[in-house]
């Protein structure tokens, strides 16, 4: 019960935050989605999550998300698949994710298409985006001149559903200007095809900005469920 009112209270905090931050960024807070990372923190808080509203939940690993969505199947979730993916983990996280953030390449494109033959859904696809200038901190993403063609090798391929980009803003940069990067491939993107109307960007730290420049998804993980979590 105690932590079941500590998320309360910390989701409670954070929605305030966010309506707040829709407001200065003259955005309609129904234009967002919460996505609760719970990465490292057992199903157990995801149940307590769902009993609080929580529809949305994001998960880096493969190998710890597997198991935590088995033991929950029941709930009616949607699954986010965040972290950077391996083409050898594309089978697995076809079994359980419901959106995979972070398509950066072509190889993976093709790897999914072969892992969601077994689905009865399309698998939704977010192209992610390196907004870092000089590159060095190995985050992934595909170069804004690689976008578009990447999205239309998504579209081509059966059982991918492209629903739009993701970014991370670099570590010592400007999260404004990354933000700004992201916001003008997501057009580029929406010209071409124009249901990828999702912008994924906006963490803890930085959601407010991403919100002014046009984010759709907020990733927010430690606000909620504190910095360290169970390591299974």
Known sequence: ???????????????QEISDACKVAQRELSEVTLIVVTKTWPASDVLLLAQLGVTDVGENRDQEAKPKSDEIRDLNLTWHA??????NKAKSVATWADVVHSVDRADLVSALGKAVTTRTTPLAALIQVDLDPSPKDNRGGAAPSQVLELAELITQTPGLAL?????VAPLDGDDAQAFALLQQVSQL?????SSANWLSAGMSGDFETALKFGATHLRIGSSILGNRGFKG
């Open 1 to 15: 019960m105690e932590r079941k009112l500590q998320l309360q209270s910390n989701l409670q905090i954070v929605k």
């Open 82 to 87: 965040i972290g950077q993916l391996q083409t």
């Open 163 to 167: 629903q739009g980009v993701m970014g």
């Open 189 to 193: 993107v929406q010209a071409q095809y």
